[in-house]
């Protein structure tokens, strides 16, 4: 009989209650029993959900991230936050935002906030966890508190548990050294605390723990290799059955180490590493428990449930009871559950499934495994119903938009003129300062702001009126920052839900949820837009809104727009062709945008494709292919410009030491980049590559409540002025500002602009 499980589920909530009650709290509004509660009702309600598989994950909910759970559930904390009083979920916010709630408990037992952690993506997809610190003096003590309790919690109500935790070799390689220390000489005080947590497991009846070793589908050299062996050996004195789970990707020539870890089962992404299973299957010892994840955990499309069955039925055959089944990853990366939409487009709706609708289909799978396929011959039927019709739709498919991409030449992706001869012809139009002074885009969405959208959508308030409530809020940017002494000014955005959103709003071939929602990061949460078809852009997206922000100012207005790339990566993508083809659709549609605002006189453009880097493979290997496709779609939409038109692009919250010269090849006047929580670090890319534009490194950390001094903004730029010349560099925070309140923003933005002033007096 085939074993079914899953290794994750949404942890925000259908209609993102954790989002609320985090917020709730965090402003003070709510006490830390009612956000600890919102937690269990949450989890007791997923586990409910998830009540008809054989194996249900504990422990994979948080109140932020998962990785930061392993560093408290290890003892990892930085030393920052060491030695304060109260309760260790306020710590735990400490480190996941700087600060805990804005409450006067907190204040008096606490005082000011800390550094946050380094936040990056996981992996490649848009979920960003807090990065693990290391010191050659760390140490590890276990706290194993947290997870006992949600043990406890599913005990109580009869859940099949099976702890979820991170392994240990994937936790050290998460983790950033901040001594420049050896992670890796770590291990060796890492792995007592592992067994400890194990063996604690065991004493409460545990019989299956989840460990998630996701780099084992990344390329290792021979030490981290090394590394997997020692740590699995020694962990193997523990009665625990370990399932070694990998996804995202293909074992490839890690499949000799993988099969042969004493461990009691592995699995594997069935999805992105299906190569894999051949050979697995004549690697694993006969022992073993192999799980394969055949349903796809980060898009939202239907299971072709008969053309799995085709390949999985000869793999239950062979393996028998040693089969398990679950999703490739865990359902972090999707919506709950497709029955809340009722306001979708029925025909896309009917190609869909989210988290519930995955498990329905997992437990499909598992019924005609074990029972033969006419046992759920309606379900089936009905799921090759809707296969067939998304294959066949003529909404899926625009012959105009395939010749457009058919006919793309490099010719479209090339400036007039060389940066060199670009810079000058810039600088004598917009007339900047040293240390000229923006910000990423976005202002604070408001509660007016909101409400009126909100008020828009349900029909409540009319166009007219919509316009007008749009257009205060922008003036309201534009006064702000006039009085702030800005050089390079934004309309702040408010007419935008989303930075990919509102453009696939006015994309052909786009569809919308209403509660696709995803987490991002802690309590932020994004709706992908869902891509099914054929891009085209039918009319201009954000010429008036800009226009109208610049008729309010006589400084240059930024036109804002959101790259290819990232509204690719940030979607959910088709799978029906390359993800190539998509990107390059998209870049036409964008540049159709940046020229209609250069016609109306926007002579400064930024193209946002934050998410550029967590597109890239996990397999060094394939990266070239991957950056030749997503730097030509940047330039396409960016370089069909006059020299005199200043294009900026902007990333955020990823490592990009390693692909800085694919990024000098988009050929942006100006990048901004994430630098603050990394102290500069990514700056290091600087010491060896001489990038040859203009850069704006962040120094407002606008993912923490903290606000910047002054002294510590000038330090920063102090050191990006060590890498890059002076004469080259921007100051802006790291992100946009929508998340943060105006009683925060004044006050770092105030900051912002006396230090870059303090830093043309001193040069």
């Known amino acids: 009989m085939t074993t079914t499980h899953n290794l994750g589920f949404p942890r925000i909530g259908a209609k993102r209650e954790l989002k609320f009650a985090l917020e709730s709290y965090w402003k003070g509004e709510s006490t830390r029993d009612a956000l600890k509660a919102q937690g269990a009702e949450l989890r007791r309600r997923h586990w409910r959900n998830q009540a008809s598989l054989d194996l249900v994950p504990v422990g994979d909910f948080a109140f932020y991230d998962q990785v930061l759970d392993m560093s408290f559930t290890l003892g990892n904390l930085p030393e920052r936050v060491k030695g304060f009083e109260g309760d260790v979920l306020d710590n735990y916010f400490r480190v996941a935002r700087g600060r805990s709630a804005l409450n006067a408990e907190h204040a008096a037992c606490c005082g000011a906030g800390v550094a946050a952690g380094e936040m990056t993506k996981w992996f490649d997809t848009n979920y960003h966890y807090i990065v693990p610190e290391f010191t050659a003096d760390t140490t590890f003590q276990l706290d194993a508190s947290r997870l006992l309790d949600q043990l406890a919690e599913a005990r109580d109500q009869g859940v099949k548990a099976k702890p979820v935790i991170i392994g240990p070799v994937t936790y050290l390689s998460l983790g950033k050294a901040k001594d420049h220390s050896n992670k890796l000489d770590l291990l060796e005080r890492l792995l007592p605390a592992y067994a400890e947590l194990l063996d604690t497991l065991v004493a409460q009846g545990i019989e299956w723990v989840q460990v998630d070793e996701p780099i084992l589908v990344t390329e290792l050299d021979a030490d981290w290799k090394h ?63 192999l799980s394969l994840g055949v349903i796809n955990g980060r898009n939202i499309w239907k299971t072709d449930l008969n053309a799995t069955l085709d390949w999985l039925e000869p793999v239950a055959q062979r393996l028998g009871e040693r089969l398990w089944i679950a999703p490739s990853c865990s359902l972090l990366h999707v919506p709950v559950d497709l029955g809340s939409e009722v306001q979708l487009d029925a025909e896309v709706k009917s190609w869909l499934a989210y988290a519930l609708q995955k498990l329905d289909e997992l437990q499909v799978l598992a019924a005609a495994l074990q029972n033969g396929r006419d046992s759920v011959r309606a379900e089936l039927d009905a799921n090759q119903a809707a296969i067939n019709a998304r294959r066949n739709s003529p909404r899926v498919n625009n012959p105009l938009v395939k010749a457009a991409v058919a006919k793309l030449d490099a010719e479209l992706g ?28 976005s202002f604070p969405q408001t509660a007016d702001i909101r409400h009126a959208r909100s008020e828009h959508k349900a029909g409540r308030l009319d166009e007219a009126g919509y316009q007008r409530a749009m257009k205060a809020e922008i003036e309201r940017s534009v006064r702000e920052q006039e009085a702030l002494d800005l050089d390079v000014l934004v309309h702040g955005e408010a007419e935008r839900n989303d930075m990919v959103e509102y453009f696939g709003e006015q994309l052909d071939g786009y569809a919308f949820s209403q509660f696709g929602w995803v987490q991002s990061y802690g309590s932020r949460c994004v709706k992908p837009p869902i891509l099914f078809g054929d891009i085209s852009r039918p009319k201009a997206m954000t010429v008036a809104w800009t226009q109208y922000a610049q008729s309010l100012t006589h400084r240059p207005m930024k036109g804002m727009l959101t790259g290819p790339v990232t509204i690719l990566n940030w979607s959910f993508v088709r799978d029906d062709q390359p993800r190539a083809v998509s990107c390059y659709q998209l870049a036409l549609a964008i540049r159709q945008e940046v020229l209609d605002l250069e016609k109306a006189g926007v002579r400064v453009i930024q193209i946002d494709e934050a998410a550029l880097r967590e597109g890239l493979p996990l397999r060094k290997a394939q990266w070239g292919t991957y950056l030749a496709w997503a730097i030509e779609s940047f330039r396409i939409a960016a370089n069909g410009v006059e020299d005199e038109t200043q294009i900026h692009t902007h990333m955020c919250y990823s490592e990009f030491n390693d692909i800085i010269a694919s990024i000098a090849e988009m050929d942006a006047d100006v990048i901004t980049i994430e630098t603050s929580r990394s102290d500069m670090e990514l700056l290091d890319a600087f010491d060896h590559f001489k990038y040859p534009n203009e850069i704006g490194p962040g120094v407002y950390d606008i993912h923490s409540p903290n606000i910047p001094s002054q002294e510590h903004i000038v330090q920063l730029m102090k050191k990006a002025a060590e890498r890059v010349p002076a004469e080259r560099l921007w100051v802006n925070p790291d992100c946009g500002l929508k998340t943060r309140q105006w009683p925060e923003v004044i006050p770092a933005l105030t900051n912002m602009v006396a230090a870059a002033k303090a830093l043309r007096q001193a040069a």
């Open 227 to 289: 590394a997997f062996n020692t740590a699995y050996h020694q962990l193997k004195a523990s009665k625990a059955k370990l399932l070694l789970t990998t996804y995202f990707g293909q074992l490839q020539e890690n499949l000799h180490l993988a099969a042969n870890l004493p461990v009691a089962g592995l699995h594997i992404d069935a999805i992105n590493g299906q190569d894999d299973i051949r050979p697995l299957l004549n690697l694993l010892p006969s022992h073993k428990v």
């Open 414 to 441: 090339q400036r007039k003129s060389p940066y060199a001869q670009r810079a000058p012809k810039q600088a004598a139009l917009l007339k900047l300062p040293a240390y000229p002074t923006t910000t990423i885009g």
